[in-house]
């Protein structure tokens, strides 16, 4: 089993919100960087790295592209990361994982769907 997991993706309409969420389960969660990643749905499309937070939760950076819409959060308490998306656009539309920052090969997830659609 995964020991990161990602939920919380669906059916949004443009101008929607969605909040996803990522939990790991190795419980080396507060030591490490994490960020969300996202891949579209067309061939040949990589990964790419849309949000990052510190350790601590102190410090985010974001990809121009959801810079002002997205907003990246953890709680080390409980393991969990978190992505609040608003303003959601069709080009949003993606499958979104979660990982390290730089992410560890091996700890990819299945991730979660997003779809943007009216």
């Known amino acids: 089993q995964a020991d990161l997991v990602e939920s919380g993706g669906g059916l949004a309409r443009p101008g929607g919100s969605l909040r996803l969420s990522c939990v790991e389960s190795?419980?080396?969660?507060?030591?490490?960087?994490m960020a969300w990643y996202r891949q579209a749905p067309a061939p040949g499309n990589q990964r790419d790295l849309i949000?990052?937070?510190?350790?601590?939760?102190?410090?985010?950076d974001y990809a121009d592209s959801v810079k002002g819409r997205f907003i990246i959060s953890r709680d080390n308490a409980k393991n969990t990361l978190y992505l609040q998306m608003n303003n959601l656009k069709p080009e949003d539309t993606a499958v979104y994982y979660c990982?390290?920052?730089?992410?560890?090969?091996?700890?990819w997830g299945q991730g979660t769907q997003v779809t943007v659609s009216s």
């Open positions: 949000a990052t937070i510190s350790r601590g939760g102190d410090t985010a």
């Open positions: 990982n390290t920052d730089p992410p560890f090969p091996t700890r």
């Open positions: 190795l419980n080396v969660f507060r030591i490490n960087n």
